[in-house]
């Protein structure tokens, strides 16, 4: 009966507390890929042609290249990120001590991406991309008020994509990527193992009185693509849409406990064999993503943009990793996301033959449902306000730079109660998380 109860309670003690985080679009999906479409927000990137640098849009953009080209992109994200009026509970009566706010819980992101083309025929194009569609990094101080459901998370993505795009007719392009995907995850988490052995009765622990520090690694490697159609039913006038098919990790990683740190776990371990360090496996899914572009031309300089985009982030609905070690319980971590939108209009103006000047503005929706957000995915609507401006040094050299701003940042307010799957022995937290984002964009593009 005890060894039992044992494992029920550990069902949440050692849980992490999903992996998203500060991501740079909704949920943790990664979309800063290009500055010259960050300068625009994005607006009509899928209907961009002839550019290798838009490819991870729409594959179909390599289509009219007339020579050989690459393309490198750089991308820092930076910003004032911190949360306050952080208070916990354990058990329902245990106030946990910690620390009520603090700063810094998304550090500065640097995202690289770069591509590569050259035209075969007077039709076919190949070329390779070399992105990062998901990322997460996120730190929270060991002794803060929300250690019980979030310390440290990194994931890691890079996406090689070879691909190739045809111009069926004068007007029709299609395209089509191959997405060979790496993901690498590392979280920590805070174990209340002083609640455990408070509820097996172990004499001389409380609740919060015996944290343990806890450390879950894995990598894997998984295949998906990227398929999109370019049309220009009248001259002036561009469609794009491309489709980005779901991927799944199936992560074959290693857990370890510090039960050296932690008297209450190094009594659980010889009783019972908890909190040995084991293998683990899970599985993330990464949504699909639908995406539709416009670009018109209105006048010899002027050109306005437009795009939609729907993420199935409901994908996205548990976390669970299941233990080698048989005294281990497996974690459920419930996200229970939803699909979600973003939309983005813009312009572009031609300034000079050299120089070009573009604006924008995107709204994303957020994924994250209130019930169960935590302080891992502080993620809100986003409202976008980006600039950006071009200029070509040479037949051969193009720079881009693109900034941009939340210009609505909004607290995300975390209300979490203890009675979700996973959460028992974390108790209820509250907390407000603040996020005001910033982003700066720099692109090279040369022409072999």
């Known amino acids: 009966m005890r060894r039992s109860f044992v494992r029920r309670s550990l069902f949440a003690a050692s849980a992490l507390a999903a992996a998203p985080g500060g991501a740079l679009a909704s949920g943790f999906a990664v979309e800063h890929q290009n500055a010259a479409a960050q300068g625009a927000a994005y607006a009509g990137a899928q209907a961009k042609g002839a550019d290798a640098g838009f490819a991870a849009f729409n594959p179909a953009a390599l289509a009219g290249l007339d020579r050989a080209e690459f393309s490198a992109n750089a991308t820092v994200l930076f910003g004032k990120t911190g949360y306050e009026n952080a208070s916990a509970t354990l058990l329902g009566a245990f106030p946990a001590s910690g620390l009520s706010a603090d700063d810094g819980v998304l550090p500065v992101a640097f995202v690289p991406a770069s591509a590569i083309a050259f035209p075969v025929s007077d039709r076919l194009t190949l070329g390779l991309t070399i992105t990062s569609p998901f990322g997460l990094r996120s730190e929270y101080d060991v002794a803060s008020a929300a250690r019980y459901y979030a310390q440290d998370a990194d994931l890691l993505?890079?996406?090689?994509?070879?691909?190739?795009?045809?111009?069926?007719?004068?007007?029709?392009?299609?395209?089509?990527?191959?997405?060979?995907?790496?993901?690498?995850?590392?979280?920590?988490?805070?174990?209340?193992?002083?609640?455990?052995?408070?509820?097996?009765?172990?004499?001389?622990?409380?609740?919060?009185?015996?944290?343990?520090?806890?450390?879950?690694?894995?990598?894997?490697?998984?295949?998906?693509?990227?398929?999109?159609?370019?049309?220009?039913?009248?001259?002036?006038?561009?469609?794009?849409?491309?489709?980005?098919?779901?991927?799944?990790?199936?992560?074959?990683?290693?857990?370890?406990?510090?039960?050296?740190?932690?008297?209450?776990?190094?009594?659980?371990?010889?009783?019972?064999?908890?909190?040995?360090?084991?293998?683990f496996t899970s599985t993330l899914r990464l949504p699909a993503s639908y995406s539709l572009g416009a670009s018109a031309d209105v006048s010899e300089r002027v050109t306005l943009l437009a795009s939609v985009a729907l993420t199935n982030w409901s994908v996205f609905d548990q976390f669970v990793l299941d233990f080698a070690n048989p005294a281990q319980p497996?974690?459920?971590?419930?996200?229970?996301?939803?699909?979600?939108?973003?939309?983005?209009?813009?312009?572009?103006y031609q300034a000079s033959d050299a120089t070009a000047l573009r604006a924008g503005?995107?709204?994303?929706?957020?994924?994250?449902?209130?019930?169960?957000?935590?302080?891992?995915?502080?993620?809100?609507?986003?409202?976008?306000?980006?600039?950006?401006?071009?200029?070509?040094?040479?037949?051969?050299?193009?720079?881009d730079l693109a900034a941009g701003?939340?210009?609505?940042?909004?607290?995300?307010?975390?209300?979490?109660?203890?009675?979700?799957?996973?959460?028992?022995?974390?108790?209820?937290?509250?907390?407000?998380?603040?996020?005001?984002?910033?982003?700066?964009?720099?692109?090279?593009?040369?022409?072999?």
């Open 157 to 279: 993505t890079i996406a090689v994509a070879p691909t190739a795009a045809y111009e069926v007719t004068d007007r029709i392009a299609i395209g089509a990527s191959l997405r060979i995907q790496y993901a690498d995850l590392t979280v920590s988490q805070v174990v209340d193992a002083g609640g455990v052995a408070f509820l097996n009765t172990i004499p001389g622990f409380a609740p919060g009185s015996s944290d343990l520090f806890a450390e879950f690694k894995a990598d894997d490697v998984a295949i998906g693509f990227l398929a999109g159609a370019q049309v220009e039913p009248v001259d002036g006038f561009r469609l794009g849409f491309s489709y980005a098919s779901k991927i799944e990790h199936d992560f074959n990683g290693e857990a370890t406990f510090d039960i050296a740190g932690s008297p209450a776990a190094a009594v659980l371990n010889g009783a019972v064999g908890l909190f040995a360090d084991t293998d």
């Open 361 to 399: 503005f995107a709204y994303d929706e957020t994924p994250v449902t209130d019930q169960f957000a935590g302080p891992r995915i502080p993620d809100t609507d986003r409202r976008w306000l980006n600039a950006g401006v071009s200029h070509a040094f040479s037949d051969r050299l193009t720079v």
């Open 330 to 348: 497996p974690e459920i971590i419930t996200a229970n996301w939803d699909d979600s939108w973003s939309f983005g209009i813009g312009a572009e």
């Open 405 to 448: 701003l939340n210009v609505a940042p909004k607290t995300r307010e975390i209300r979490l109660d203890g009675t979700a799957p996973g959460d028992f022995l974390r108790g209820a937290l509250t907390a407000d998380v603040n996020v005001d984002t910033y982003t700066v964009s720099l692109r090279s593009r040369f022409k072999f």
